[in-house]
Nanobody, 122 residues
Framework: QVQFVESGGGLVQAGGSLRLSCAVS????????MAWYRQAPGKQRELIAM???????NYVDSVKGRFTITRDNAENALYLQMTSLNPEDPAVYYC????????????????WGPGTQVTVSS
């Protein structure tokens, strides 16, 4: 059974930082591309950061330069360091793994964890 357990969210002031963690089990973590998603109220879930098995990363423009995705293959863990948080960042944050194994796309597994809530106060 594939499982994702996200943690590290909370309330932070605008301009502040948070570090999210995701514990992964049930798949061969080291060979998978991994990603962070977020879903704000009334909006669709969006992929915001991705890291391939070799360490290459990609970000959407709205978080580029502020968020950093990393992974620890020995611990089957994924991280998201978030800095300069702003009022557009509040959402529930999720992690997932790619099931496509194709370089040009990221297709999340059908499993989703509970997510972790990030709230930013102005």
């Amino acid at each position: 059974q594939v499982q994702f357990v996200e943690s590290g969210g909370g309330l932070v002031q605008a301009g502040g930082s948070l570090r999210l963690s995701c514990a992964v089990s049930g798949l061969t973590f080291s060979i998978k591309s991994m990603a962070w998603y977020r879903q704000a109220p009334g909006k669709q879930r969006e992929l915001i950061a991705m890291i391939r098995s070799g360490g290459t990363t990609n970000y959407v423009d709205s978080v580029k330069g502020r968020f950093t995705i990393t992974r620890d293959n020995a611990e089957n863990a994924l991280y998201l360091q978030m800095t300069s948080l702003n009022p557009e960042d509040p959402a529930v944050y999720y992690c997932n793994a790619d099931q496509s194994a194709r370089a040009s796309v990221f297709v999340p597994t059908g499993y989703w964890g509970p997510g972790t809530q990030v709230t930013v106060s102005s």
